[in-house]
Nanobody, 124 residues
Framework: QVQLVESGGGLVQAGGSLRLSCAAS????????MGWFRQAPGMEREFLAA????????RYAESVKGRFTISRDNAKNSVHLQMNSLKPEDTAVYYC?????????????????WGQGTQVSVST
C-alpha cells in the first residue's frame, strides 16, 4: 500500500498561485499513475489532472487547462499541482490519488489510494 499526504493549501487572493504537493510513503510512486481532484461543499469530487507513471503523459480537465500543471518527481516520491490564475470557484478541498492502472484516468472510482485532502480557499 501507499500512503499519501497533501500539503500546500491555504488562502490566496483571486489571480494568485499555489503549489500543492503530495508526498508518498510505503511504496514507490513510480508504481502508480497519479491524479489530482477537488471537492467543494455539496459537490461531487471533480477530476483536475492526471499524470502517467513516468510523467511523460498528462491530462487536464477543461476547467483548469492552461492554469494548472501537474508534475511528479519519482526520485522524491512526490507529485505536485501548480495552480495559477486562481479563481474563487477554485475553492475546495484538493486531493491527490494513486491508481494501479498503467494509464491515466479521470474517473475517481479507478483510483485506489487517496490522501486526506488540503483546503484551498480563493478570495475575491
Amino acid at each position: 500500500q501507499v500512503q499519501l499526504v497533501e500539503s500546500g493549501g491555504g488562502l490566496v487572493q483571486a489571480g494568485g498561485s499555489l503549489r500543492l504537493s503530495c508526498a508518498a510513503s510505503g511504496r514507490s510512486l513510480s508504481n502508480y499513475a497519479m491524479g489530482w481532484f477537488r471537492q467543494a461543499p455539496g459537490m461531487e469530487r471533480e477530476f483536475l489532472a492526471a499524470i502517467s507513471r513516468r510523467g511523460n503523459t498528462t491530462r487536464y480537465a477543461e476547467s483548469v487547462k492552461g492554469r494548472f500543471t501537474i508534475s511528479r518527481d519519482n526520485a522524491k516520491n512526490s507529485v505536485h499541482l501548480q495552480m495559477n490564475s486562481l479563481k474563487p470557484e477554485d475553492t475546495a478541498v484538493y486531493y491527490c490519488a494513486a491508481t494501479v492502472k498503467n494509464t491515466i484516468v479521470a474517473d475517481p472510482r479507478m483510483y485506489n489510494y487517496w490522501g486526506q485532502g488540503t483546503q484551498v480557499s480563493v478570495s475575491t
